[in-house]
């Protein structure tokens, strides 16, 4: 069974720019949360969607926005990129809407922005 | 914001010690969590523990809640070199009807390392 695969690994941005990341759940699952991991923040939560529903949202300014397809795949969008923005995105995704389970978390995508 | 404390911030054992890690959160949970996490990768699920739970095991690892404290402890018994990576502590404060609405708040985090 294929896990959570996100695209891309790596990526170099300038600032200004705008990047899109893509997270596949794996098959079934239909909730798709994304987290931004820094050194001094730690793990922030971005949103989560729920069977194309954004069900809720963290503390991030409105250049972060994301959307979930009918296949449960889901992108992240960040505009106007600024330095800050570098960090490790994490995809999660779980089977259960209470999320019971926990959830299975992508290998990440590292996104430097210079 | 970080709901999530661990403590200690880093550990270092020998092989085959017990390693216990301490979390403190602040508001009430529906669930907690445990994650670990190798080398900046993604995070493995390891073990989840309801409000209603006291106690839980799974394998070499004994997950405790106290809810009265708002406090959890991951212990890892007869630890190997293969355990040593960043483990954290995810609460899960529930939506509508006891569901959950993906928003795990993390702690920062306990770096662990196991020496052979």
Known sequence: ?114 | SQQGEEDPQALSIQEGENATMNCSYKTSINNLQWYRQNSGRGLVHLILIRSNEREKHSGRLRVTLDTSKKSSSLLITASRAADTASYFCATDAGGNYGGSQGNLIFGKGTKLSVKP
């Open chain 1, 1 to 114: 069974k294929a896990g959570v695969t996100q695209t891309p690994r790596y990526l170099i941005k300038t600032r200004g720019q705008q990047v899109t990341l893509s997270c596949s759940p794996i098959s079934g699952h239909r909730s798709v949360s994304w987290y931004q991991q820094t050194p001094g923040q730690g793990l922030q939560f971005l949103f989560e969607y729920f069977s194309e529903t954004q069900r809720n949202k963290g503390n991030f300014p409105g250049r972060f926005s994301g959307r979930q397809f009918s296949n449960s795949r889901s992108e992240m969008n960040v505009s106007t990129l600024e330095l800050g923005d570098s960090a490790l995105y994490l995809c999660a995704s779980s089977f259960r809407q209470d999320a019971y389970g926990g959830y299975t978390f992508g290998s990440g995508t590292r996104l430097t922005v210079v």
